[in-house]
């Protein structure tokens, strides 16, 4: 009997290969070397961050399939590991003294190593050509998002946030599991290529497996986007974790939902696409306007940066409903230009109110900020530009993503969600200028200590600004880029 041993493009998958190797390079430090500082840890994180990044660049360009067709090396998968990759590189920079403050110990090497096993499996969940490999990225993400949730062992809500993340977030993977489940038994695969090869050949659409299947995998992504009716996680975890796994998890969880579900659904299952869009159109209305609406309220920051999550996830499902054409559709990069948007203008603000909390989750009152912009300048300048552009105010990055979101609604026929979305977007401008109202037009809060920024905080704050500014005012690059992604992707 001759046994054929398959050949492993090794090249394919480097990438992630040095975010894993760095990952348990930096877990062993941890282990043999327990009193090696967080300086260091944080240091070999980042270094493995940037040469994974600086491959991913090398590697713009290829098209690919590998692993028994399993992975795609295509530049739609490329694109979102730059976003994974910058949203894992603020988040190590923005921790470095965040638990270097900390007035319990913490386990740093294992900190960091979670975040990278984190990114790993969100480029895995881009990369996926087949519903298994895309469910076992989504699983390696999420177990080392519940641990990093609770990390501060002696914080009782970040305790409660963990469980309540870990009790829905099983109960989500049921429904996508159980969905991967219904669309093996209709089509006889669960490769994306395959499924779309089945459902163009057969008229029997309307088999109810196939949109039990449909619909259950709608409600496993809807969990991990925070859309409605599958967000009653969100504001309280977002509140009781750790502010930088906040930020990690606000941009990195959603941009690997949304880079799987994108796949999925508008490569995959396009014969479909008149049931879903109809489920989608919904759910993107309610996002939105529940979303905006729930913020209007809060005054706790962390839980109206929680709540604009959830609209700005119902303001990306446009851009999936009016994703009407696989190939180079206004509708789909539109949507990989807002997620790379929304990673420097979310977690520039999350880290805001780290530097502003003290590094010890103080000052999470919205009118804690009065007056921040005359005694720090800068602080208050810099949190007004991620406001505006969370808002959608010009030249900032958010605007141009919000143009071409509501323009390829337009373009596919969907005025009125546009119209709904536009709405939206006005009314939220009021919570997010209410901040920065709070920092230009209100008395300075009296007998607050000062505050010590670290340069590293500092440093993520920058690049954040300045990438929000630089994606506004010159969007070009970056346009083409994200239709690039989408024009040859591979399923």
């Given at each position: 009997?001759?046994?054929?041993?398959p050949?492993?493009?090794?090249?394919?998958?480097?990438?992630?290969?040095?975010?894993?190797?760095?990952?348990?390079?930096?877990?062993l430090?941890?282990?043999?070397?327990?009193?090696?500082?967080?300086?260091?840890?944080?240091?070999?994180s980042?270094?493995?961050?940037?040469?994974?990044?600086?491959?991913?660049?090398?590697?713009?360009?290829?098209?690919?399939?590998?692993?028994?067709?399993?992975?795609?090396?295509?530049?739609?998968?490329?694109?979102?590991?730059?976003?994974?990759l910058?949203?894992?590189?603020?988040?190590?920079?923005?921790?470095?003294?965040?638990?270097?403050?900390?007035?319990?110990?913490?386990?740093?090497?294992?900190?960091?190593?979670?975040?990278?096993?984190?990114?790993?499996?969100?480029?895995?969940?881009?990369?996926?050509?087949?519903?298994?490999?895309?469910?076992?990225g989504?699983?390696?993400?999420?177990?080392?998002i519940?641990?990093?949730?609770?990390?501060?062992?002696?914080?009782?809500?970040?305790?409660?946030?963990?469980?309540?993340?870990?009790?829905?977030g099983?109960?989500?993977?049921?429904?996508?599991?159980?969905?991967?489940?219904?669309?093996?038994?209709?089509?006889?695969?669960?490769?994306?290529?395959?499924?779309?090869?089945?459902?163009?050949?057969?008229?029997?659409?309307?088999?109810?497996?196939?949109?039990?299947?449909?619909?259950?995998?709608?409600?496993?992504?809807?969990?991990k986007?925070?859309?409605?009716?599958?967000?009653?996680?969100?504001?309280?975890?977002?509140?009781?974790?750790?502010?930088?796994?906040?930020?990690?998890?606000?941009?990195?969880?959603?941009?690997?939902?949304?880079?799987?579900?994108?796949?999925?659904?508008?490569?995959?299952?396009?014969?479909?696409?008149?049931?879903?869009?109809?489920?989608?159109?919904?759910?993107?209305?309610?996002t939105?306007?529940?979303?905006?609406?729930?913020?209007?309220?809060?005054?706790n920051?962390?839980?109206?940066?929680?709540?604009?999550?959830?609209?700005?996830?119902?303001?990306?499902?446009?851009?999936?409903?009016?994703?009407?054409?696989?190939?180079?559709?206004?509708?789909?990069?539109?949507?990989?230009?807002?997620?790379?948007?929304?990673?420097?203008?979310?977690?520039?603000?999350?880290?805001?109110?780290?530097?502003?909390?003290?590094?010890?989750?103080?000052?999470?009152?919205?009118?804690?900020?009065?007056?921040?912009?005359?005694?720090?300048?800068?602080?208050?300048?810099?949190?007004?530009?991620?406001?505006?552009?969370?808002?959608?105010?010009?030249?900032?990055?958010?605007?141009?993503?919000?143009?071409?979101?509501?323009?390829?609604?337009?373009?596919?026929?969907?005025?009125?969600?546009?119209?709904?979305?536009?709405?939206?977007?006005?009314l939220?401008?009021?919570?997010?200028?209410?901040?920065?109202?709070?920092?230009?037009?209100?008395?300075?809060?009296?007998?607050?200590?000062?505050?010590?920024?670290?340069?590293?905080?500092?440093?993520?704050?920058?690049?954040?600004?300045v990438?929000?500014?630089?994606?506004?005012?010159?969007?070009?690059?970056?346009?083409?880029?994200?239709r690039?992604?989408?024009?040859?992707?591979?399923?």
């Amino acid at each position: 009997m001759n046994i054929v041993i398959p050949a492993i493009n090794w090249a394919s998958i480097a990438p992630e290969l040095v975010v894993f190797i760095t990952a348990m390079v930096v877990l062993l430090i941890g282990a043999f070397f327990p009193r090696v500082s967080s300086g260091v840890t944080a240091g070999i994180s980042l270094l493995g961050v940037m040469l994974s990044f600086l491959v991913t660049a090398s590697l713009w360009g290829s098209s690919e399939l590998a692993f028994a067709n399993m992975l795609a090396l295509d530049n739609y998968r490329l694109f979102f590991n730059f976003i994974f990759l910058i949203c894992t590189g603020l988040t190590i920079l923005a921790s470095i003294d965040y638990f270097g403050k900390s007035s319990e110990p913490v386990e740093h090497a294992e900190y960091y190593a979670l975040l990278l096993f984190a990114c790993v499996g969100m480029m895995f969940m881009a990369a996926g050509t087949d519903l298994i490999t895309i469910f076992l990225g989504l699983e390696t993400m999420s177990i080392a998002i519940y641990i990093l949730a609770a990390f501060v062992k002696k914080n009782i809500k970040g305790n409660e946030a963990a469980l309540k993340y870990l009790l829905l977030g099983a109960f989500s993977t049921g429904f996508l599991l159980y969905g991967i489940a219904l669309i093996f038994g209709a089509t006889g695969s669960s490769n994306l290529a395959t499924i779309y090869k089945y459902l163009s050949g057969t008229s029997n659409l309307s088999s109810p497996m196939l949109l039990f299947g449909m619909g259950f995998l709608i409600v496993g992504f809807g969990f991990k986007i925070a859309s409605v009716p599958f967000h009653m996680w969100t504001p309280d975890v977002y509140e009781g974790a750790p502010t930088v796994v906040t930020a990690f998890m606000a941009a990195g969880v959603k941009a690997a939902a949304f880079a799987a579900f994108l796949r999925v659904f508008v490569y995959a299952l396009p014969s479909l696409q008149p049931n879903w869009i109809a489920i989608l159109w919904v759910l993107a209305i309610l996002t939105m306007t529940i979303g905006n609406l729930a913020a209007l309220l809060q005054e706790n920051i962390k839980r109206m940066l929680a709540y604009s999550s959830i609209a700005h996830a119902g303001y990306i499902m446009i851009g999936m409903v009016a994703a009407k054409n696989a190939a180079a559709d206004i509708g789909t990069y539109s949507v990989l230009y807002y997620l790379l948007a929304y990673t420097f203008m979310n977690i520039g603000a999350f880290i805001i109110v780290v530097l502003y909390g003290r590094y010890a989750e103080d000052n999470l009152n919205i009118s804690d900020y009065a007056g921040m912009g005359y005694k720090y300048p800068v602080l208050g300048a810099t949190m007004a530009i991620f406001m505006f552009s969370l808002a959608g105010i010009p030249p900032t990055a958010g605007f141009v993503g919000k143009f071409y979101i509501f323009a390829a609604a337009v373009k596919g026929g969907f005025i009125d969600l546009a119209i709904i979305g536009v709405i939206n977007s006005v009314l939220s401008v009021y919570y997010y200028l209410r901040v920065t109202v709070m920092i230009y037009m209100r008395e300075p809060v009296a007998d607050q200590p000062g505050l010590k920024f670290s340069r590293s905080a500092t440093l993520a704050t920058t690049i954040a600004a300045v990438a929000t500014l630089v994606l506004g005012i010159f969007p070009d690059t970056f346009i083409t880029m994200a239709r690039q992604s989408v024009s040859l992707i591979l399923g």
